[in-house]
Nanobody, 121 residues
């Protein structure tokens, strides 16, 4: 089992910055893909960014150039640095850990409880 705990959300003005943190209960980054997702009221949960176990990253088009996903293996923590924030970034942000095994096609999928990000003047 893996527990994920998000932190760092809050209220910020447009153009401001926040850094979200996701702490995992054990060392998993060599195996799992880590991701940040978000969900705004009335909308489906959407991908924000992924970092794969080999270190490759990908981002939603809406956040490219503004957000950066990274990890610290020693701290079992993944981060999302958010710059130049816009009102449309307002959402609950969720941390995710995903692993699909090669043998037997077994899937492991874990979610944090979420942290609120509000961008408003």
């Amino acid at each position: 089992q893996v527990q994920l705990v998000e932190s760092g959300g809050g209220l910020v003005q447009p153009g401001g910055s926040l850094r979200l943190s996701c702490a995992a209960s054990r060392s998993i980054f060599s195996t799992y893909t880590m991701g940040w997702y978000r969900q705004a009221p009335g909308k489906q949960r959407e991908l924000v960014a992924h970092i794969f176990n080999g270190g490759l990253t990908n981002y939603a088009d809406s956040v490219k150039g503004r957000f950066t996903i990274s990890r610290d293996n020693a701290k079992n923590t993944v981060y999302l640095q958010m710059n130049s924030l816009k009102p449309e970034d307002t959402a609950v942000y969720y941390c995710n850990a995903y692993w699909e095994t090669r043998i037997g096609s077994r899937i492991y999928n874990y979610w944090g409880q979420g942290t609120q990000v509000t961008v408003s003047s």
